[in-house]
């Protein structure tokens, strides 16, 4: 997948929640539904997501490392999800909580930030 003239139309909205030293969390907000689309969004604003075998950063992979996040999987997570439910055609939200290895990451761009000021 790649961003292209000749692709199929897609929008994804983005909004910055928090910024880190070296690091951003964004909440994006797929308004189309394409395969891969917010991570292919984010790589064509050249702001990959964290620990993206496919469409990411390995260099920006690795300053996460070497800053001891303990993560090692995509930094991707559904806050929220919304359909309309296909039996009754209710219209359903869902939420999920961050899991904590997420949480850990983002406390250790908040630590490292404080450290190198």
């Keep these: 997948m790649r ?3 000749e692709g199929k139309p897609s929008e994804t909205r983005f909004k910055v929640e928090e910024r880190y030293a070296f690091a951003t969390l964004v909440r994006c907000s797929p308004v189309t539904g394409r395969t891969h689309q917010i991570r292919v969004h984010t790589q064509y ?3 990959p997501i964290a620990f993206d075998d496919r469409y990411g950063d390995r260099e920006f992979d690795r300053q996460l490392t ?3 996040t303990g993560l090692n999987r ?3 997570h559904a806050a929220a999800l919304k359909f309309t439910h296909p039996g009754t055609g209710e219209v ?4 999920a909580p961050m899991d904590e290895g997420l949480k850990r990451c ?3 761009c908040v630590t490292r930030a404080n450290t190198s000021i």
């Design 106 to 108: 983002l406390q250790s």
């Design 74 to 76: 995509l930094f991707l």
């Design 92 to 95: 359903m939200r869902i939420e």
């Design 45 to 47: 604003a050249g702001h």
């Design 66 to 68: 070497e800053a001891g």
């Design 3 to 5: 961003v292209s003239q």
